[in-house]
Each structure stands twice: as structure tokens, then as C-alpha cells.
């Protein structure tokens, strides 16, 4: 089937002259399976507005359409509209916005598109946004779950537990805001061009609320980033690239009363344990 897929692709794509572009990360799908396994995983279905970004030729956006209420798909590639005009003429309930989605209002967008739906999003990531663009949507405040084709390694970083070597600070960041699982992976041979790498679907449910209590979210990730500045040292020595002033005598004494060891690293502590160190660290006057 890929064989075939990757056929009709390029016949599509040379009779629209259109080029690949590495910098925009343009990978597309060329075996229908996975379109369909991303979809449904998603858990699409008429009462969500879906907001995909990237949407290539459209072979996601065909089974999103056939499953949501709307989709809204954003592309940055002026060349892909046309082609995307060709595909998609059979959904009424598909819409594309020509923008940069790492500058859009997204809850603007939403609100103005997903009127009376719930939204999701559900998209082949370009890989070369995948942390800001992840980043924006979470920030957004307004979506019930996320569900993205990204590289495995990054999936893999965003669902790793404390202490194993993927885990770093946007792994406590994904995991404060959403409940990240890795799916299923998709193997390069699925794509044209064939990525180096093989790719991962992972889906984020939103919390309704943190695991944990915490006074200052921003102060919370300014400990937690510091806490991983200098991976391969102690964490009272990567916190000193934040919190210097304090001294490191303090922060030593401040660590060993959160319960901690006073030589632990920081990629040891798990999202309950960096809110009492921030606790801590705020009381102190970091």
C-alpha cells in the first residue's frame, strides 16, 4: 500500500510543482494505515473542533474530517494551499488558516472557529517546532488533549520518569500540565521523505488541575530548569546558576530539608518533590 500511496503522492505533488522544504520540516505520510491509527487515537468525533498543524496533503485531515465536528488546519507553506483545495474538496467541514502557528492567538482561533465544539489537537508535527509549538498549545489553556506525530526520542523524553537518562525539564513540564503516554511508533519508511528517524504518536490529556499544589508556577520552573542546567552535577551545584546569590552552604541546607540528599542530582527528583524544593527555596528568599 505504501508503494502506491507514494505513487499517487508524487504524481499529486509534480503536477502542483511543488518541492519539499527541509527547513519547514515537511515529512509526509505515505501509508494510509497510520493516518487513520492517529486519528482514532486522537478519539476524534463530532462534538470536538480539531486543530491540526502541518497538515501536508491532507491525509490526516481526511480522516480527522470524517470523524470531528470541524477541523482547522494551519499551514505555514502558501504552496500546499492549492493542493490542499484539490484534496480536501470533499469535506465541508475543513478550513485552513495560512499562518505561523508559533504567532497565532490560538485561543483567539479557537474561539472564533470552535464555537460550541470541544476542542483537540491532533497533528504531524513539523519536527523543527516541536517543543515551542507544544509549548504555545499547552499555554493556550484551551484544549482537552493533544495528540502528535513527533520524533520517539521526544516522545519518549516527555513520558520519561525520574532518574532514567531521557527525563529532563520538559519532561516535568509536560507532565505538570498533561498526562503524556506513547502510543505507537511509526517507522521512516512511512514518510516521504523518509525522516532519519523514527517517530512516535503520543497523546496528552490536559489535567484539569497539577498533580501538585504550587504557589508560583513561573518560580516553580525557573527551580526546575535550574535543576537541570548542569546535568552531570549535584543539584545544589546546578542551582547556584539561579539562585548563586543565595550561597552554597544555604541551598545545601535548603535541599537536605526538603528530605533530600544533600549530593542528590537534580534528574532524581519527581514533580512532588521540585514543588517542595520551590516551597523551600521561596521561603528562603531564592
Not at 496533503?57 to 465536528?69: D, F, H, M, W, Y
Not at 470552535?114 to 519536527?127: D, E, G, Q, S
Not at 517507522?187 to 504557589?215: N, Y
Request: hydrophobic letters at 45%.
Amino acid at each position: 500500500m505504501a508503494r502506491d500511496e507514494r505513487q499517487a503522492i508524487e504524481h499529486l505533488l509534480a503536477r502542483h510543482g511543488f518541492h519539499f522544504s527541509k527547513s519547514k520540516g515537511q515529512n509526509f505520510l505515505i501509508e494510509r494505515e497510520i493516518p487513520r491509527r492517529i486519528a482514532e487515537t486522537s478519539a476524534a468525533e463530532r462534538t470536538n473542533g480539531v486543530l491540526e498543524i502541518g497538515p501536508g496533503i491532507g491525509a490526516l485531515s481526511a480522516e480527522l474530517c470524517r470523524r470531528a465536528g470541524s477541523v482547522v488546519a494551519v499551514e505555514l507553506d502558501t504552496a500546499l494551499l492549492p493542493i490542499l483545495d484539490e484534496t480536501m474538496a470533499a469535506f465541508d467541514n475543513f478550513s485552513v488558516v495560512n499562518a505561523d502557528v508559533l504567532k497565532l492567538d490560538i485561543p483567539a482561533l479557537v474561539r472564533e472557529r470552535f464555537a460550541h465544539l470541544t476542542p483537540i489537537v491532533c497533528a504531524n508535527l513539523p519536527y523543527n517546532i516541536t517543543t515551542p509549538a507544544l509549548t504555545a498549545l499547552i499555554e493556550a489553556r484551551c484544549f482537552e488533549s493533544l495528540t502528535v506525530l513527533i520524533q520517539r526520542e521526544v516522545a519518549q523524553r516527555l513520558c520519561a520518569a525520574p532518574g532514567t537518562a531521557a527525563y529532563g525539564a520538559f519532561s516535568v513540564y509536560m507532565q505538570y500540565y498533561t498526562e503524556p503516554r506513547l502510543c505507537f511508533e511509526v517507522p521512516p519508511e512511512c514518510f516521504i521523505p523518509a525522516p532519519k528517524v523514527t517517530s512516535a504518536v503520543l497523546r496528552a490529556e490536559m489535567r484539569a488541575a497539577p498533580p501538585v499544589d504550587v504557589a508560583d508556577e513561573a518560580f516553580f520552573f525557573r527551580v526546575v530548569n535550574a535543576s537541570f542546567a548542569l546535568r552531570r552535577k549535584t543539584l545544589v551545584n546546578s542551582l547556584t546558576t539561579a539562585f548563586g546569590a543565595l550561597g552554597k552552604q544555604k541551598l545545601t541546607d535548603v535541599v537536605v530539608s526538603c528530605g533530600l540528599d544533600a549530593n542528590v542530582r537534580g534528574e532524581r527528583l519527581g514533580i512532588a518533590e521540585f514543588a517542595r524544593l520551590a516551597a523551600a527555596l521561596r521561603e528562603a528568599g531564592g
